[in-house]
Antibody, heavy 118, light 106 residues
Framework: EVQLEQSGAQVKKPGESLKISCKGY????????IGWVRQTPGKGLEWMGI????????RYSPSFQGQVTISADKSISTAYLQWRSLKASDSAMYYC????????????WGQGTLVTVS | DIQLTQSPSFLSSSVGDKVTITCRAS??????LAWYQQKPGKAPKLLIY???TLQSGVPSRFGGSGSGTEFTLTISSLQPEDLATYYC?????????FGGGTKVEI
């Protein structure tokens, strides 16, 4: 079964750094793009960016370019989302999801990582 | 960026009713659109891709149609377990934007 497992909830202070992870199981991790999506409390979904673990080709939404770093380590089937200096406004639920080659839709999704900056 | 406008943002309907949600794109995206269902406290789940292809395992009461700039998600007979927020996402070009969501109340 194809699955994405995300790291646990984090509570951080403003100005601190953070790296959350998304590990893939049940498929060739290097061969599928992994995207990241933000959901702030009570709000909708925002697409942040995407990475191809095979060669680390990365695309960012203009809204998140320069604010976060997306990376991957194909040797351990894991993608990452990283902040150098967190702000209170980064408090949100973050999801990773695998992009299908055929129609670019995202399936499956990870369970989400809640980040609280306070 | 391609903007997606969903309507309505909220709807309340009864069990057995037919429900229609619309997603309009700011420019043509062919059939490069997916629909997701997000139940309270859960991650989004893929319902439909390619505008009209039902994901395996999704009940047949869900259906999608449209191309270009106007798309619809239809629930033919609303069930209690369909309480959720529904999102469209365009997959035509980066950034892969989402609609604002439609919250469905039973």
């Amino acid at each position: 079964e194809v699955q994405l497992e995300q790291s646990g909830a984090q509570v951080k202070k403003p100005g601190e750094s953070l790296k959350i992870s998304c590990k893939g199981y049940g498929y060739s991790f290097a061969s599928y793009w992994i995207g990241w999506v933000r959901q702030t409390p009570g709000k909708g979904l925002e697409w942040m960016g995407i990475i191809y673990p095979g060669d680390s080709d990365t695309r960012y939404s203009p809204s998140f370019q320069g604010q976060v770093t997306i990376s991957a380590d194909k040797s351990i089937s894991t993608a990452y989302l990283q902040w150098r200096s967190l702000k209170a406004s980064d408090s949100a639920m973050y999801y990773c999801a695998r992009r299908e080659d055929s129609s670019w839709h995202f399936d499956p999704w990870g369970q989400g990582t809640l980040v609280t900056v306070s | 960026d391609i903007q997606l406008t969903q309507s309505p943002s909220f709807l309340s309907s009864s069990v057995g009713d037919k429900v229609t949600i619309t997603c309009r794109a700011s420019q043509g995206i062919s059939t490069n659109l997916a629909w997701y269902q997000q139940k309270p406290g859960k991650a989004p789940k893929l319902l439909i891709y390619g505008a009209s292809t039902l994901q395996s395992g999704v009940p047949s009461r869900f259906g999608g149609s449209g191309s270009g700039t106007e798309f619809t998600l239809t629930i033919s007979s609303l069930q209690p377990e369909d309480l959720a927020t529904y999102y469209c996402q365009q997959l035509n070009s980066y950034p892969l934007t989402f609609g604002g969501g439609t919250k469905v109340e039973i």
